[in-house]
């Protein structure tokens, strides 16, 4: 289980000790999921909709409707717009697409959201012909934050981004403030990870001490780290859950901790949160149309009404992340709670495209080894 599924899974039966992802009230279609393909979709009736646009997307945006955006944001579309809106949900996530593509089999989706960096450089290096369609005209895309656009070939626009970093205990240590502070044996054995080959967030702390340290010093410094008793784990889930249980005082996940914390009304003391160096990683994540795609418009249209004000907001308060835009409308008090680093740092597309694949197939060898 990724991030995005134990959030949606911890905001179904919440504990002081566990946060996950939050959500205001709303109703919604349940989920379903279509075994034979591995794909889920929307239930639900958007009566006689002139359209269809089948959008896919990672699963924890759309199954949990009390909590997650999806339900919410099919509701409000489909309202508006002549259409039915169905999610489609594939257990692989991106990777689904370009095996079909791969296959040569129809991508029966029109567009996908929440891509990253990562998943257009995995498109690119395995695919030979185009996944994903240039944005074309899209409202609203001149109000996205400066720096925010990470894909150089215009086809991605970004609807939301987080930064990594540090969440601890308070009431059981006061986290370092450098990458190096991790390394005092005070901290010995205090700090859980992620697995970067099979975690996006244990890949982004990865690339982190890749851009702290440049590729020729990072696996001296895990090294270290290793030294110092680093546990890694599978994924964010297994990392957050073994913190929760007081197993280790530290763990790498998300800026944007206390927000969940403060609405579950958890002791916020054991949420603190700690940009090493005063930065922290982003990860903007965006949304494209597919190339061959049955309503292209349509999506378009659809990626427009995802860059309201009223709409970037819910979906940021909903999934636990910061909007995209300059103008998303939020809660007052989101300010306080979703604390963004002083210098956010990152790899753009032309930096991680034939680099980011050595550097953790590197990394796993030398983790294993040691």
Known sequence: MDRR????????TVSASVAGCAGLGGGGEESSTDESTGTGTSTGDAGGADETLVVGTYSAFVDSPSTSPGAWVKQRFEEE?????????????????IERRNAGVDIEADMYLGLNTDHLVR???????????????VAGQDDIKPGLQFDPDGRAIPYDTGYISLVF?????????????LLADEHAGDLITQNP???????AFLLHTV????PDGYLDYWSDLQDNDVRVLGSWSDAYSAWSGGEAPMVVSYSTDQVFADRNDANMEKHQIRFLNDQGYANPEGMAVFEGADTPDLAREFMGFLLRPEIQGEIAVRNVQFPATESA????????LAQEPPEPVTFGYDELRGSVSG?????ERQFASN
């Not at 599924?5 to 179904?12: E, K, N, V």
């Not at 498109?123 to 994903?132: S, T």
């Not at 851009?211 to 440049?214: I, L, R």
């Not at 409308?329 to 306080?336: I, K, W």
């Open 5 to 12: 599924s134990f959030l949606t899974a911890a905001g179904a």
């Open 81 to 97: 717009f002549d259409a039915r809106l169905i999610w489609q949900t594939p257990s692989n996530e991106v990777n689904h697409y």
């Open 123 to 137: 498109v690119d290096e395995n695919l030979d012909d185009g996944l994903f369609a240039e944005v074309g005209d």
């Open 169 to 181: 205990d308070g009431t059981a240590t006061t986290a370092p403030e450098t990458f190096d502070g």
């Open 197 to 203: 080959a099979s975690s996006a967030t244990g890949r």
């Open 211 to 214: 851009k702290q340290f440049g």
């Open 329 to 336: 409308d939020l809660p007052a008090d989101y300010a306080e």
């Open 359 to 363: 550097w953790i197939s590197d990394w």
